[in-house]
């Protein structure tokens, strides 16, 4: 039973225009989230966080909405630029627990 | 070295055999994670080390799996008797703290059982 969800496997977005990708989660208990950015042939590199005491975050071109009544975040990227093309994976965290969940991943296709 | 590293990078092995794969975590980093991640899934939790101790290994498929890190710093995972479906990417991650942290991701070893 997966507890956090990237319902879009892929998304396409032109240069400049945003990307928005999106994550669905199923246990109220986690209380902090994070994207990570990854490239083939390599391991996730942390990119954004928010706690759930939040609702946005922003680091430059990314920011990361948390709507914690419907169990559901976001990543923006304005604007997109070809390098972020990659699989973005959201993740999940109970603290208590100190585990880890992931979603499925989004590949993200920036087109010049 | 200035992140996670893991080897080697990349395993084939046949089926039956064990295999034993490395992980570096960042100098200093007191957590240690292992992960699995199948072809077109997430990664998926295995086990999870503070220090030297393995507090959680609720994620490990089957008893076929051992991780260790009896210096806290260094980690293997061995897998016996290798089957098919233990084929994936396996990931170790880092982080500085005991919990809630980020964790800081290796490469990955590619393990392709024939």
């Known amino acids: 039973d997966q507890q956090v969800k990237q319902n879009s496997p892929s998304l396409r977005v032109q240069e400049g225009r945003i990307s928005i990708l999106n994550c669905d989660y199923t246990?109220?208990?986690?209380?902090?989230f994070l994207w990570y950015k990854k490239y083939p042939a390599e391991g996730p590199t942390f990119l954004i966080s928010?706690?759930?005491?939040?609702d946005k975050n922003e680091d430059g071109r990314f920011t990361v909405f948390l709507n914690k009544s419907a169990k559901h975040l976001s990543l923006h990227i304005v604007p997109s630029q070809p390098g972020d093309s990659a699989v973005y994976f959201c993740?999940?965290?109970?603290?208590?627990?100190?585990?880890?969940?992931f979603g499925s991943g989004t590949k993200l296709n920036v087109k010049p | 070295g200035a992140g996670v590293s893991q080897s080697p990078r990349y395993k084939v092995a046949k089926r039956g055999q064990d295999v034993a794969l490395r992980c570096d975590p960042i100098?200093?980093?007191?957590?240690l994670f292992w992960y699995q991640q199948a072809l077109g899934q997430g990664p998926e939790f295995l086990t999870y080390f503070q220090n030297e101790a393995q507090l959680d290994k609720s994620g490990l498929p089957s008893d076929r799996f051992f991780a260790e890190r009896p210096e806290g710093s260094v980690s293997t995972l061995k897998i016996q008797r290798t089957q098919q479906e233990d084929s994936a990417v396996y990931l170790c991650?880092?982080?500085?703290?005991?919990?809630?942290?980020?964790?800081?991701f290796g490469p990955g070893t590619r393990l392709l059982v024939l």
């Open positions: 928010i706690s759930s005491i939040k």
């Open positions: 100098s200093g980093h007191v957590s």
């Open positions: 246990n109220s208990m986690f209380d902090y």
């Open positions: 991650a880092s982080s500085r703290q005991a919990t809630g942290e980020t964790q800081y």
């Open positions: 993740a999940a965290l109970w603290w208590n627990f100190n585990k880890f969940y």
